[in-house]
């Protein structure tokens, strides 16, 4: 009884899927003028991103105190 190490059907699947882009109906201008639009705007999104956190800065609860150096100092007095 020989072993199948694949299924069939998933081998047709892959051999559509490494088709050219030309095969596939997919022109080459498209597929490049669409990644030139598209990889600007992902790398401002990015920037935006990262200056978003950057500017954000350090989120506090409303209940910490604000000034929790001088409760500090008071409690190394007393010992």
Request: glycine letters at 2%; one cysteine or more; a positive charge.
């Amino acid at each position: 009884m020989p072993i199948r190490v694949c299924i069939p059907r998933l081998v047709r699947m892959m051999a559509i899927q490494q088709m050219a882009p030309r095969i596939m109906d997919f022109p080459l201008d498209l597929t490049i003028a669409t990644r030139l639009v598209l990889s600007p705007i992902a790398l401002m999104a990015m920037i935006m991103r990262n200056l978003e956190s950057c500017l954000r800065g350090v989120k506090k609860l409303l209940d910490t105190p604000r000034e929790v150096s001088r409760v500090v100092r008071r409690d190394a007095r007393i010992k």
